[in-house]
């Protein structure tokens, strides 16, 4: 099997599924004449034309209104933000339009849109281009939520992200866009929804998503030589969640810690521990551990981003004070 590039299976995810529907279209900053500001879409212009491949003034707000318009007129638009930092700007537009559309017109209107770009931390970028809103997205209801790890998680999610008549919100890390891995050549597509449990395990469970993952994989790897083995289990969405396979493993190791890239209140991994104490509490022989960003905005020094943001040391500290409790 090859092995692709994380932004070369997002752009192979779009142009096949721009050729298998005409409907489709991509807009947004850059993604045209500059193939992309990371180059998800390089080479989409001069296949597709300037008429699905669309470049827009910085103007979130405006081009995700255009977009939901597009798709409640039966098209099927593929929003690029250049970061999730400035959909804020388009949040009304995401939220009041795109997501609750169906529900007030009573199922007269699908709005089948994908809002896609990276999300989180990228290095030096300081405290306003550096923030996580997947937990703020996954509150709405109405929207799916898809954050995958991986190339192969990120070809076939984006695919069924397109295929879905809701509303997606497709998040990625400027960090990822390099990070190579195997990729079929073949059509395959990957239903929203289903956590991937990547390491089995008995002697907790760990869960992640998006680049947060490769902090847990690391971290897998040097509980192992201690004699700790973690079941590792990759969200790839948000919302939906998918509780019952996170439940079962909790019912195996008895011990949980989820990390996450946001702030600590009011996150993925709160829901998460509330789930899991309503459904499996009499399974747990520790406390449920969280490693979030430490509640602060993100500073530019590097020395203080490594502080804040979840790392390698912080998880295993996590998993030891609840396997040795």
């Known amino acids: 099997m090859r092995e692709i590039q994380f932004r070369e ?40 034309g300037a008429k699905r491949v669309i470049d827009t003034p910085i103007a979130e707000l405006g081009f995700a209104g255009v977009g939901v318009g597009a798709a409640m007129n039966g098209l099927r638009p593929i929003i690029e933000f250049m970061t999730f930092n400035f959909s804020l700007v388009a949040i009304d537009q995401v939220i009041n339009s795109a997501a609750k559309t169906m529900s007030m017109s009573g199922g007269q209107y699908n709005v089948p849109i994908v809002f896609r770009g990276p999300t989180g931390n990228a290095g030096q970028l300081s405290s306003q281009h550096s923030q996580n809103f997947e937990n703020w997205y996954a509150n709405t209801s109405g929207l799916k939520v898809v954050v995958p790890s991986n190339p192969y998680d990120a070809k076939g999610l984006l695919k069924s992200a397109i295929r879905d008549d809701d509303p997606t919100i497709f998040m990625e890390s400027e960090l990822m866009y390099g990070d190579k891995g195997a990729v079929p050549e073949e059509e395959y597509i990957l239903p929203i929804g289903e956590a991937n449990i990547t390491r089995n395990g008995d ?5 992640s998503f998006g680049k947060m993952m490769k902090v847990v994989n690391e971290a897998a790897d040097e509980l192992a030589k201690d004699g700790i083995n973690a079941e590792v289990i990759d969200l790839r969405s948000v919302r939906p969640i998918d509780y019952p396979t996170i439940i079962e493993s909790v019912k195996k190791t008895n011990r949980l810690v989820i990390v996450e890239e946001a702030w600590p209140l009011a996150s993925i991994s709160t829901d998460i521990s509330h789930q899991v104490q309503r459904h499996a509490f009499d399974h747990l022989d520790a406390p449920i551990h969280r490693v979030n960003s430490r509640d602060l905005p993100l500073p530019y020094a590097p020395t203080l981003i490594e502080e804040i943001l979840p790392n390698v040391k912080r998880t295993i500290e996590a998993v030891k004070s609840v396997t040795y409790a």
């Open 9 to 48: 299976a997002l752009g192979e995810a779009m142009s096949e599924e721009m050729r298998r529907d005409e409907k489709i279209f991509l807009m947004g900053e850059e993604v045209a004449e500059y193939n992309g500001a990371y180059k998800v879409s390089q080479g989409m212009l001069d296949e597709f």
């Open 203 to 207: 002697s907790v469970t760990l869960i």
